[in-house]
């Protein structure tokens, strides 16, 4: 348990469905992340939050839509998906310093779009 | 892009042989990190090795960093079928960590 929470473990959702992916941490951190993480490709970072405010968008597609209402939550709307969009999501946490520092992972959202 | 890639992709040992998996990168480091996936489920933090250290341990676990030859190892001694798993090298300032394909390992009993 990193105490990076994430639900739901598994989606399976349509084309036309609208669903979100919930991310919970309580470990104080203030810097919020969303990954994608496709067979055989590293892992991709998509969003980055810190103090709530969204720092870091790597061209993700509009269909993708974050969501940072504290520090302790962070959403991944989704809607009108592709079925290249299945993936496993993963939500990562951690303090902002500019030296670095460790990032902790919740289970992640194994998604498959139908 | 990619910063971090590591070698080789996939190892497959014995229980009590060791394991090294070695990762390059592109780009200047402040530190480089490793993690571990198992299958399906999310990363979790091993170790953390900054520019001006050249070795690390912890537990079993040996890193070591050539920032001439921007390039880190990782050193599992004495394998346990329970170290079967992929593993990540990270780099990245601030809080925008790059991974690498990782490399798949498999320690058979």
């Known amino acids: 348990e990193t105490g990076v929470t994430q639900t739901p473990r598994h989606l399976v959702m349509g084309m036309t469905n609208k669903k979100s992916l919930k991310c919970e941490q309580h470990l104080g951190h203030n810097a919020m992340y969303w990954y994608k993480q496709s067979a055989k490709k590293p892992l991709e970072l998509m969003f980055v939050?810190?103090?709530?405010?969204?720092?870091e968008n790597n061209s993700v597609p509009s269909r993708f839509s974050p969501e940072c209402p504290n520090s302790s939550h962070l959403f991944l709307h989704l809607h009108t998906l592709q079925p290249e969009d299945s993936a496993l999501y993963l939500c990562?946490?951690?303090?902002?310093?500019?030296?670095?520092?460790?990032?902790?992972f919740g289970q992640g959202t194994r998604l498959t779009v139908v | 892009s990619q910063q971090g890639e590591e070698d080789p992709q996939a190892l497959s040992i014995q229980e009590g042989e060791n394991a090294t998996m070695n990762c390059s990168y592109k780009?200047?480091?402040?530190?480089l990190q490793w993690y571990r996936q198992n299958s399906g489920r999310g990363l979790v933090h091993l170790i953390l090795i900054r520019s001006n250290e050249r070795e690390k341990h912890s537990g079993r676990l040996r890193v070591t960093l050539d920032t001439s030859k921007k390039s880190s190892s990782l050193l599992i001694t004495a394998s346990r079928a329970a170290d079967t798993a992929s593993y990540f090298c990270?780099?990245?300032?601030?809080?925008?960590?790059?991974f690498g394909t990782g490399t798949q390992l498999k320690v058979e009993l």
């Open positions: 939050y810190n103090f709530k405010e969204q720092t």
């Open positions: 990270a780099t990245g300032g601030g809080n925008k960590l790059t």
């Open positions: 990562a946490s951690s303090q902002p310093r500019a030296s670095g520092t460790e990032a902790f």
């Open positions: 780009t200047s480091i402040n530190n």
